[in-house]
């Protein structure tokens, strides 16, 4: 797919033509364009790297497989933001691998000036993940859906399957929490 046929928003480019046709296409052409941003969504959410492709493929086999049951197939894209989501709670839910569930708000840059420098934001990185990850997962979520990818409170709603007035309840809750203990330890 060239450049011209995709339309690109804030976080992720989306095909201009419909996908209502043949299921297999549809899927592959959604897997070229999505695959790696639903990764980094969900190493974000859970960071084991294995556990993050699992559910992710597991997210694109189930799509396929449903694809004649969708009711909107141009909103497939949704459907899988969902479905990676539900699919990292679910395996944090049962357990699996929770110990190693990490979470990487701030980038390492490419180049650090100094010794130093890189020290000092490989400790805020850390203390940043350990802020995270303490909170409770539905905070989590939040946060990262509005901060990694940039959605509104609508489309988090939508994805996470709850109201937009939860959605901003979780993230002033998750917003506060950082706060407090940010300011608590400095």
């Not at 419909?18 to 549809?26: M, N, Q, T, V």
């Not at 897997?31 to 559910?55: I, N, P, S, T, W």
């Not at 197939?73 to 569930?101: C, K, S």
């Not at 990487?104 to 010794?115: F, G, I, K, T």
Request: charged share 30%; net charge negative; glycine share 6%.
């Amino acid at each position: 797919m060239d450049r011209d046929e995709m339309e690109e928003g804030p976080t992720l480019a989306v095909p201009t033509r419909s996908l209502g046709g043949d299921g297999p296409a549809a899927v592959s052409e959604l897997f070229v364009v999505h695959h790696r941003r639903l990764v980094g969504l969900a190493r974000l959410l859970v960071d084991d790297h294995q556990v993050a492709e699992d559910v992710v493929q597991d997210a694109f086999a189930a799509l396929h497989r449903h694809w004649r049951r969708l009711r909107n197939p141009d909103a497939a894209a949704a459907y899988l933001n969902r479905a990676v989501v539900n699919g990292i709670r679910d395996a944090l839910r049962r357990g699996r691998r929770a110990d190693r569930a990490t979470l990487r708000l701030v980038p390492r840059p490419e180049e650090v000036d100094s010794a130093e420098l890189g020290v000092v934001a490989h400790q805020e990185a850390d203390r940043m993940w350990a802020s995270v990850t303490a909170l409770p997962m539905r905070q989590r979520q939040v946060l990262v859906l509005r901060y990694y990818l940039d959605q509104s409170e609508a489309e988090i709603a939508e994805t996470l399957g709850i109201s937009r007035g939860s959605v901003k309840q979780h993230a002033s809750r998750g917003l506060a929490a950082l706060a407090h203990e940010w300011e608590e330890k400095s």
